[in-house]
């Protein structure tokens, strides 16, 4: 079974600044895909970044970076220079070979200047 | 770009009534997912398909079923909605394994069971 935890419900970072969401999972899984999704106030789901569990070393997508713990489990997601375009919903998500993706309870994001 | 379609964006439905939501996918992909996203509990899974007419139950299924008749059309059906069941639903589609495991969403459907 698979699970992923979000133990931030909400947030906040100014303009500018760097964030750091939280987000650990367990699976039973050998290989497997973790992702952050993000949710603007639209609704529409926006792959943030994506990360496969064989590689070591953590991915980027431009101002956001990943920290993957594969012992502990952890996948955090940095934003670096953050902008109000960020503010939304955020999820962390894990899938397995059967591809079905679990998602945590999200985080809320607020930026402000 | 794919493109994952919810044909109904907002529904008002009575109690008892059936329901169905359609989603498109344009895409050739062999997985299709219906969720449901509730404030404070996140994305829950209700079904998948991984091919046509093969489903498998989620995490949430009760209330619920599906039908894939074909590729790129998945069905969620509340066979006798409830209130409890208001919510947003969310499709989903990607492909089977390998490299490419990204999962798309459509913009979600809105219903309202009064």
């Known amino acids: 079974a698979q699970t992923v935890t979000q133990s931030q419900p909400e947030m906040s970072v100014q303009e500018a600044e760097t964030v750091t969401l939280s987000c650990t999972y367990d699976?039973?899984?050998?290989?497997?895909?973790l992702f952050w999704y993000k949710q603007p106030p639209s609704r529409q789901m926006i792959l943030v970044i994506r990360q496969e569990a064989y590689k070591q070393q953590n991915a980027t997508e431009n101002r956001f970076s990943v920290n993957f713990q594969k012992a502990a489990k952890s996948f955090s997601l940095k934003i670096s220079d953050s902008q109000l375009g960020d503010a939304a919903m955020y999820f962390c998500g894990n899938t397995g070979t059967a591809s079905k993706l679990t998602f945590g309870t999200g985080t809320r994001l607020q930026v402000t200047l | 770009d794919v493109k994952v379609t919810q044909s109904s964006r907002y529904l008002v439905k009575r109690t008892g009534e059936k329901v169905f939501l359609e989603c498109v996918q344009d895409?050739?992909?062999?997985?299709m997912f219906w969720y449901r996203q509730d404030p404070g509990l996140g994305l829950r899974l209700i079904y998948f398909?991984?091919?046509?007419?093969?489903?498998e139950k989620g995490d949430i299924p009760e209330g619920y079923s599906v039908s894939r008749e074909k590729k790129e059309r998945f069905s969620l059906i509340l066979e006798s909605a409830s209130t409890n069941q208001t919510s947003m639903y969310l499709c989903?589609?990607?492909?089977?394994?390998?490299?490419?495991?990204?999962?798309?969403f459509g913009e979600g459907s809105w219903l309202t069971v009064v």
């Open positions: 989903a589609s990607s492909l089977s394994g390998g490299q490419e495991n990204t999962i798309y």
């Open positions: 398909s991984y091919d046509v007419k093969m489903k």
């Open positions: 699976t039973s899984e050998s290989d497997y895909y």
């Open positions: 895409m050739d992909h062999e997985n």
